[in-house]
Nanobody
Framework: EGQLVESGGGLVQAGGSLRLSCAAS????????INWFRQAPGKEREGISC????????WYKDSVKGRFTVSIDNANNTVYLQMNSLKPEDTAVYYC??????????????????WGKGTLVTVSS
């Protein structure tokens, strides 16, 4: 059975960087868009980034644009999220998820086909 596993979270000071990984096992992305979501304490889960495996088109939520970069290694079925200039408000559990569409459009969690258990990112001030 297919699964996604996120890694790379941890504790970092404000202004620091982390690189999250999302590895798929038991299935391939098959061209479906790969999304990153996060859920901060007491807040709703939000989609923050997306990449399309076929052509590498990306999308970012305004709050992370210019600081986060999503990339993909199709050969190894792995997606990365490079997070720079981290802020305390970036503290959250970060999830990757495979969409049911080939495009970066709505990033609705209920539309995801596969998702991981998340990795915790804590940014101290």
């Amino acid at each position: 059975e297919g699964q996604l596993v996120e890694s790379g979270g941890g504790l970092v000071q404000a202004g620091g960087s982390l690189r999250l990984s999302c590895a798929a096992s038991g299935f391939t992305f098959d061209g479906y868009a790969i999304n990153w979501f996060r859920q901060a304490p007491g807040k709703e889960r939000e989609g923050i980034s997306c990449i399309t495996p076929a052509d590498g088109i990306t999308w970012y939520k305004d709050s992370v644009k210019g600081r986060f970069t999503v990339s993909i290694d199709n050969a190894n079925n792995t997606v990365y999220l490079q997070m720079n200039s981290l802020k305390p408000e970036d503290t959250a559990v970060y999830y990757c998820a495979v969409d049911s569409t080939y495009y970066c459009v709505y990033l609705e969690w209920d539309d995801m086909r596969y998702w991981g258990k998340g990795t915790l990112v804590t940014v101290s001030s």
